[in-house]
C-alpha cells in the first residue's frame, strides 16, 4: 500500500475522473455488473447525485499525491451494507484498491461488510481477501459490462478489515 494514498469526500471536480475511468472497455468487462451504458452521461450523473445525496452511503476518493484515482463506496443493497470500488485501471497493480478499501473499511464501523465479485475477477477477488473478505456464497446476474449473465461470489467481513502487509 502506498503511504500517500488517502479518501476524501467526492467532490463535484472528481466526477468527470470518475466518467473518464468507467470509459475503459477492460475496466468494465472486469467489473461485470456496472451501468446499461458507461458512455451515458447523463446517467452518470444522476447516479453519482443519488449516490452523494444518500446520508446512508460513504462514498470517497481515492487519491493518490494530487491524483484523482478512484472511488470506493460502502452502501446499503438488500438490508445489509456492501462496499464496492473502482480504480482508474492506468493505476491497477499498485495497491490502489487494497489500501482504499482498508481506509474506508475503518471508518466504517458496521458489521458484517459484503462484496460481490466476478467469478474471474482474479484481482478484485484478491483485493477483497487481503482485506479480511471470505468467500459466503454464490449468486449470477446480467452483466451490463459483458452483455451475459455472470457467476459471481458473495464476500463477507465480519470483524476489523485486516491490513495488508
Not at 465479485?117 to 449468486?139: I, Q
Amino acid at each position: 500500500m502506498t503511504a500517500d494514498l488517502r479518501l476524501r469526500p467526492v467532490l463535484d471536480d472528481d466526477l468527470p475522473h470518475f466518467f473518464t475511468h468507467q470509459q475503459d472497455v477492460e475496466a468494465t468487462w472486469m467489473a461485470a455488473f456496472g451501468p446499461a451504458d458507461p458512455a451515458d452521461r447523463a446517467a452518470f450523473d444522476a447516479h453519482w447525485k443519488r449516490i452523494r445525496a444518500d446520508p446512508a452511503v460513504a462514498s470517497r476518493t481515492v487519491v493518490v499525491g494530487d491524483e484523482v484515482v478512484g472511488h470506493v463506496n460502502a452502501f446499503p443493497a438488500a438490508g445489509r451494507l456492501e462496499v464496492s470500488y473502482w480504480i482508474d485501471p492506468r493505476r491497477w497493480g499498485r495497491g490502489y484498491a487494497t489500501g482504499a478499501l482498508v481506509v474506508l473499511l475503518t471508518e466504517v464501523s458496521r458489521r458484517p461488510v459484503h462484496a460481490r465479485v466476478a467469478k474471474d475477477n482474479r484481482a478484485s477477488l484478491a483485493v477483497l481477501r487481503k482485506c479480511g473478505f471470505v468467500v459466503v456464497g454464490e449468486d449470477q446476474g446480467y452483466a451490463h459490462g459483458r452483455g451475459v449473465e455472470v457467476q459471481e461470489w458473495i464476500l463477507e467481513l465480519s470483524g476489523p478489515a485486516l491490513s495488508p502487509v
